[in-house]
């Protein structure tokens, strides 16, 4: 079971810092959590994954909790080109698919 | 460095014809993945192929599909006798191997049947 919990949609203050949570309380040690983002029918974009340790890069950071029950993802400044459906993905090394919920459709406002 | 490429980018056939859909890795990228997302659901895995292989086909629907990615080409997504229910975008991902590097995806193709 690659289950993962997320709100169905956020909204967020353009310029402000959006969170978006997720919950994945079985996961296990091997696996990763990974976070994509589809803007409107494009084809996913790769954000950001981690295994255990916090993770920055230049669109965003990952904060997983110690007992990797659950993660956020911090968009520190978001526009109003964030605005998409953002998923949290928990896969094992070498499985290859990708399971996709339903995701977070986050919203962001002027 | 181009990103993954696929092509066409829309396709429309008529039922019971045959579609065809292709898809160019990154640069380098050993690795390749389909993705099937019909109106108004969420992206399902189809299949996993390395070069000449077919590492995990679990989410290919039992009839008229297949895939392959030959030594040199791209990969192909085959539909054959199509029907109204297959009309979804089907996204193709590469990664440059397994393990926990990300995939990367494209734009996608937009299949219709008449």
């Known amino acids: 079971d690659a289950k993962t919990t997320q709100p169905p949609s956020m909204d967020c203050a353009e310029g402000r810092a959006a969170n978006l949570p997720c919950n994945h309380s079985t996961i296990s040690g091997n696996e990763y959590v990974y976070w994509y983002r589809q803007i409107h029918s494009q084809g996913p974009q790769y954000i950001i994954h981690?295994?255990?340790n916090n993770e920055t890069n230049e669109m965003a950071s990952l904060i997983i909790t110690e007992d990797r029950k659950s993660s956020t993802l911090i968009l520190p400044h978001a526009t109003l080109r964030d605005t998409a459906v953002y998923y949290c993905?928990?896969?094992?090394?070498?499985?290859?698919?990708?399971?996709f919920g339903q995701g977070t459709t986050l919203q962001v406002k002027p | 460095n181009a990103g993954v490429m696929q092509n066409p980018r829309h396709l429309v056939r008529r039922r019971g014809q045959e579609a065809r859909l292709r898809c160019s890795p990154m640069k380098g990228h050993s690795h390749v993945y389909w993705y099937r997302q019909l109106p108004e659901e969420g992206l399902k895995f189809m299949v996993y192929l390395q070069k000449e292989n077919i590492i995990d086909e679990s989410g290919m629907p039992k009839e008229r599909f297949s895939a392959e990615f030959p030594k040199e080409g791209p990969s192909i997504l085959r539909i054959q006798q199509v029907v109204r229910g297959d009309s979804a975008a089907y996204f193709c991902?590469?990664?440059?191997?397994?393990?926990?590097?990300?995939?990367?995806f494209g734009d996608g193709t937009r299949l219709s049947i008449l």
């Open positions: 993905i928990r896969t094992g090394v070498n499985t290859g698919k990708l399971i």
């Open positions: 991902a590469s990664s440059p191997t397994g393990g926990h590097q990300p995939q990367h």
């Open positions: 981690g295994l255990k």
